[in-house]
């Protein structure tokens, strides 16, 4: 168990990637801060399950990431009731699909709070103990959307590529405190953000969701299939570990192909 004594805190682990990254965390012996939305009673599930399945200590707080404040305050309670912060991950994020002329002000502006300053926020907010204690991971989840775009999603695209601008400049500036900060860019996982988008498509095309899959993953990647939140977290554990201590400020593809094109 490599990450023994080590607490983390995952954004948006009460679903997909974020919860599989936060299972890969703590089957190596992290500590968890669980936060995400959804059914109360569903979280405490899930939350309990780590303490049972996993034997780690596992808390929630429900900060609203698009709100600095509260995640401020969720990594200040993540210090004080699990006694550090040496990995934070980067992971909320949201979806909304239209033409640039179109898009709803509001959707770009929570799009940008959530999946883009929710991540300077985090930051910020775990910089500072990581430098004094002198070691942390900090992992910012970003997307094939970071490096590439699609239409119809410029906020999400907007937000992934500053997503990555801010992973290397807090790279720079911690390059000799041991606290690292990269970004992983996943291409397809399924997950409620991608299901939503294929059922949608499903429904624009008049055919089922099962048939439009495969159409819906070779479209961008050359591999056609989907990786996994877990595959996502093996991924974050092997940043956390010795063998990655000097890769820093690097977007990390693990997404079939998609961005070697
Ligand atoms: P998901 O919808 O399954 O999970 C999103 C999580 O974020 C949920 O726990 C949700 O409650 C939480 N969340 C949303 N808004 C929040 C807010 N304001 N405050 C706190 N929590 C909030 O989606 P996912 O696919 O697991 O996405 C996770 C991350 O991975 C996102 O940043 C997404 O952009 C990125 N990503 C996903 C894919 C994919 O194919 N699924 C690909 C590349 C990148």
Redesign the pocket.
């Known amino acids: 168990m490599s990450l023994k004594g080590k607490v983390a805190l995952v ?9 599989g990254i936060a299972e890969a965390l703590a089957a190596e012996g992290a500590s968890i801060m669980l ?4 059914d109360a009673a569903k979280i405490e599930v899930l939350r309990a399950s780590f303490e049972q399945r996993l034997g780690v200590k596992a808390l929630y707080n429900g ?4 709100k600095g404040d509260q995640l401020r305050a969720m990594v200040e309670e993540t210090q004080k009731t699990l006694g550090s912060l040496d990995i934070l991950v980067n ?5 909304f699909t239209a033409a640039v002329e179109d898009f709803p002000d509001e959707k770009w502006d929570q799009i940008i709070a ?2 883009m300053s ?1 991540v300077f926020h985090g930051m910020k907010s775990a910089i500072p103990a990581m430098k004094a204690k002198g070691w942390g991971r900090i992992i910012n ?5 970071g490096l590439v775009a699609s239409p119809f999603k410029v906020a ?1 695209v907007a937000a ?1 590529h500053g997503v990555l601008g801010m992973t290397k400049v807090a790279a720079i500036e911690l390059a000799n405190s041991g606290v690292t900060v990269n970004a992983i ?10 299901e939503k988008q294929l059922a949608d498509r499903a429904k624009e095309q008049g055919t089922t969701v099962e048939k439009e899959t495969h159409a819906f993953v070779t479209e961008k990647q050359p591999m056609a299939q ?1 990786s996994t ?1 877990e595959q996502i977290g093996g991924l974050a554990v092997f940043l956390c570990s010795d063998a990655a201590k000097t890769i820093t400020g690097v977007p990390l593809s693990i997404d079939g192909g998609w961005t070697a094109q």
């Open positions: 954004t948006g682990s009460t679903s997909g990637i974020g919860q936060n995400g939305f959804g900060a609203d990431i698009s992971n909320a994020g949201i979806q959530i999946n929710g989840i970003a997307s094939a959307h999400y992934k860019c996943p291409g397809w996982v399924l997950t409620p953000l991608v989907f939140p």
